[in-house]
């Protein structure tokens, strides 16, 4: 399908709106240090409650993902895969750049755009602020049970990922396996910390829940 000019006029809005934060954030700021400074706790805690379905999603691919495991192997990759990546991006990581920036769009944009252009550096950045917030280190965890740092079993499995999706790759139910651990990690261990510093929590595993009434509620840590 051929690009329309609409859509070329908007590549280069976004890509401008890109540069001029990769600029101002990047080049003439100490990036974790900014991003540290400027997260705003309660915006963050807002954004979860105003998209309480956050996970629900990811947690449907999980579940296919299962489904396809005994007989399509390959298939249940995929689908791992893209749930470990719905989850962390668009579950954490946007809902952090959401407590740096007032403006929901700006916020899935930059996480959209960090993710496609592979930006280690701002990537590194929010985990940063993760870590400083959940006392997770994504760059230094490992899963009970593995040696292998939790960062790396997430690249590995993508490579295999992109290698049928690109290559027509096999995967055996064992890669399989590996990587839905690598998303259940994600959404039923990572995700909840960050929620329960929030005082928030998931009812059913997928919806977001801070009421005051609800008997699982807790204080903000």
């Known amino acids: 399908m051929s ?13 401008e709106m ?8 990047l080049e003439d700021w100490e990036v974790y240090d900014r991003i540290v400074d400027d997260f705003k706790e309660v915006r963050l805690r807002d954004y979860y ?34 749930a470990g990546e719905a989850g962390l991006n668009f579950g954490i990581l946007a809902p952090i750049l959401h407590g ?7 916020a899935n944009f930059l996480v959209e755009t960090i993710m496609k252009q592979k930006n280690e550096k701002l990537t590194k950045a929010l985990l940063q602020v993760l870590n400083h917030f959940t006392a997770i280190n994504l760059s230094t965890f490992t899963r009970s049970g593995t040696t292998v740092k939790f960062w790396k079993e997430i690249t ?11 290559h027509g790759g096999r995967a055996t139910r064992e890669e399989a396996t590996h990587a839905i651990a690598i998303s259940e990690t994600i959404l039923n261990n990572i995700l909840p910390a960050v929620l329960e ?25």
């Open 49 to 82: 409650l105003e998209h309480s379905g956050v996970i629900e999603q990811p947690q449907g691919m999980l579940d296919e993902a299962k489904n396809l495991l005994s007989s399509y192997p390959r298939a249940s990759l995929v689908f791992a895969v893209a």
């Open 156 to 166: 590995d499995a993508r490579i295999i990922r992109n290698r049928i999706l690109h």
């Open 100 to 106: 740096c920036f007032h403006t929901e769009s700006a």
């Open 197 to 221: 510093k929030l005082g928030l929590h998931l009812h059913e595993g997928t919806q977001v829940c801070g009421s005051p009434a609800c008997p699982s509620s807790r204080p903000a840590s």
């Open 3 to 15: 690009m329309t000019p609409e859509d070329a006029a908007a590549d280069v809005f976004f890509e």
């Open 18 to 25: 890109y540069e001029n934060f990769r600029e101002g954030v």
